[in-house]
């Protein structure tokens, strides 16, 4: 009767040989021979499928289950077939127990999808997770004696669903949007508090310097904390930072705890397991190097360590190295801002201050000038009146933009207030725009003006009125060519309105939402004159606000532009102030008139010409030619004056580009120009003369009121040859003028345009270590730069150029120098970025030869350029002493600056000093 069992087990897979060789006779089910129908049918269904299946039977519930099943089982397999389930599951029994009695008592299936159990079937204690269904399982009379439990194990989902919330939670709470890093920290290890099944502790460590600080841990009731070290010093950590990790971690290698329990007696996981291993985990930073600090998680004692836990605990890291980075960004962040209010607060005060000690000279100026214009018992020579009469002008001018500055700052620090007193707003506002009206026509527009009675009395400050006002109309005669200026005041039932709409050059979209930022300037934008503080529509802007309204813009470039300042009637209630009205109405418009007139003053198409008797009685530069470009009309008129005292012929222009239709026109014999001025600047003007060669070698002097070194670089990097600061002397300007314009006309051909650049040597080579040879006599040395002969070229660089001058000891002497040099290399084709380079290194090196040269035998500065080989050399020679005996090159930032732009060789002796520079042509 053995053929019957071998047949039931056939087919069911390694499973299946078991069962097949088990004598069942020992079990409670009996030989297989014996088995009922209905039992072998079940057997036969378990076996045939792939589906984990398990058959319980009898009141043994012996268990009977398929390949699938066992592989859940893990090691009380083959053990448990036969056996009894209660044996065989007894951990997790008293949560199977009421399924399968409630399938045997009722003969209803049941199903429970992530049924937890406590199973022990790898070493340890686990936590599992099945979807189970019970299904009653009749003998062949229909009775109820088994159960059909079909199952699969969803471990690995709801573990890895749990653990992605986690990971979640950390994301959205953690973004570091709090006070400060420590708060970030306390809220991670918070949102991690949350989850003890995947963490049990958690203790987040952060780098301090060479110290690593505990900012935050949880697990347990946290008296573990006394467990864990609150901080490491890494340079000498100790055995409790090396026992939990820490040391290995703050470098950068993960590091697995296993003796945790001896250390932090912490139970944990489902069933209050002891925590037996923890990982120390290296929080990333942008410093692959030197991680942000150290994340010190526990294991859960339910889960196996395997590649999914251990991934889990890196993205834990990852996720709240983003936070706590995220949260350093913020707070430096913040730190910046708060330091960038107070450097503004710093600042706005440094203005109030700085506008109300100006205001105390401008009295004493103003209240001496405007007496002596108005004094009829001794009236002043008109060439006296016209002198005074600008200083009055621009005194004025200057006091507007104090009081401008003094508002703004007072607007920016919140101290400014309204006046308000009720005002008749239209008249007010007609009687301010009348004041523009003799500028607007006498620059060809029409000014219309519609003021028509309001129906309700207006309180405003009319001082802040007045500002409002002028701003904008100042603003649309500036930047309106033709066509009119239009002012318009009405109101309706919610707002008073007030337009200043014009037909000029219009704004690009893309400038509308920075147009009321402080200092922002419309880069390019055609205007009657680039001055300007660039903060008129920005107090604008913080006035309309003050006065409890608004202003805004629409334009449309070539179309024109349109402001409305916009006046609640909420806020036009206002209750008026009391007391004496301060007489100043109109002040600001009468001032900003008078500016205005200077933009429209035009200068004569024709020379001016000096007086019969101007000048030096001998001067081999009288009648020289001077083209002057400048947008301020005063500044025009003053250097005029002065320039045709000296016996010059003045041409004067307002922009660079009629400079330069002037220079082709007829060209002078210097170019003094501003730097700031509208249409085309003095930078452009200068560059692209340089770029034409018939007037690459044209004298340019420029002026600007733009102080510090990186101005005056770049102008001289332009091949500018001086650079001059407003306020400046008059004796200063004129001698520069003279030097610029002698060495413009003794400057020797073969120097400039070449010649035959191999018979013209330098004055001396470079110097070498040792000795240095006697000099060739020279010429006295002049104001100009002269070429000299000296020794032959030794090395045999100079083949294809070789040139040199002298120059007088002069600090003017390197714009000379400098224009020597670009026009010998300009003959060559040397890319224009290398010969940058070199005329900045040689200009360093001319005025180190000025500054530091004392007590020269020789008044002179010797320059020599050879070319040859692909290399350009140029040697720069003084014939005095070191000025402290410093060690060579110790020379500070003119050093280190020629250095950044060739090869420099120095060598000091007695006789003087020769610093080389070389530079490579490609």
Known sequence: MTRPSTDLFVGGGDTGRLMAQLDWADTPLGPVGEWPQSL????????????????????????????????????????????????????????????????????????????????????????????????????????????????????????????????????????????????????????????????????????????????????????????????????????????????????????????????????????????????????PSADEDQPLGVLLAGVSPSRGLDEGYRSFHQLLAQQISVALRNAQEYEEERRRIEAMAELDRVKTDFFANVSHEFRTPLTLILGPLTDALTDATAPLAAVQRERVETGWRNATRLLTLVNSLLTFSSLEAGRARSDARVVDLAALTAELAGVFRAAVERAGLTLEVSCPPLPRPVAVDPVNWERIVTNLLSNALKYTFIGRIRVTLDADDEEVRLTVADTGIGIAERDLPKLFERFHRVRGARSRSHEGTGIGLALVHELARLEGGDVRVTSQVGVGSRFTVTLPWSAAHRTAVTGPVVDARGDAARAAVEEAMGWLTEPDDALTEPEPASGPATDELAGARILLADDNADMRAYLTRLLTGQGWRVRAVTDGRQALDEIRRDLPDLVLTDVMMPVLDGFDLVRRLRADPTTRTLPVLVLSARAGGEASVEGLSLGADDYLVKPFAAAELIARIRASIRRARDRTPAAVIGGDPTTVVAAAPPAPVGPVPPTPVVEPVRDASVVVEGPADPDGLGDLLDVGWTYPSAPTSAAAMRRDVRGALGELDVDPDVLEDLLLAASEAMNNAVEHAQRPSRPEVRVRVQVGGGLVRISVRDFGTWRDRRPAMDRGRGALLMNAYGDVRLVSTAEGTTVTIERRLA
């Open 40 to 283: 072998r049918a079940a057997v036969r269904m378990v076996l045939s499928s792939r589906y984990p299946m398990l058959l319980l039977w009898g009141e043994s519930y012996s268990q009977l289950y398929n390949d699938a099943y066992s592989a859940l089982i893990g090691d009380k397999h083959p053990a448990a077939l036969g056996d009894d389930v209660r044996v065989t599951l007894a951990e997790g029994w008293h949560v199977l127990a009421p399924l399968i009695e409630e399938a045997m008592a009722t003969g209803v299936a049941s199903w429970v999808p992530a049924l937890q159990l406590l199973l022990e079937r790898a070493g340890y204690r686990e936590e599992a997770y099945f979807s189970v269904s019970h299904a009653p399982a009749r003998d062949d009379d229909g009775r109820t004696v088994g159960v059909l439990t079909v199952c699969s194990e969803v471990t690995q989902q709801v573990v890895g669903e749990r653990r992605l919330r986690l990971l979640r939670d950390l994301s959205v709470l953690g973004d570091g949007r709090t006070v400060d890093v420590d708060a970030t920290g306390a809220r991670l290890i918070d949102v991690i508090d949350g989850h003890p099944l995947d963490v049990p502790f958690a203790a987040i460590y952060l780098r301090d310097g060479t110290a690593l600080r505990r900012v935050a841990c949880t697990g347990g009731d946290q008296g573990h904390a006394r467990a864990l070290p609150d901080a490491v010093e890494l340079t000498d950590p100790g055995p409790p930072a090396y026992a939990w990790g820490l040391v290995d971690a703050a470098e950068g290698r993960a590091t697995q705890v296993i003796d945790v329990a001896d250390r932090l007696p912490l139970p944990a996981g489902p069933w209050n397991d002891p925590v037996r291993t923890a990982l120390a985990l290296p929080l």
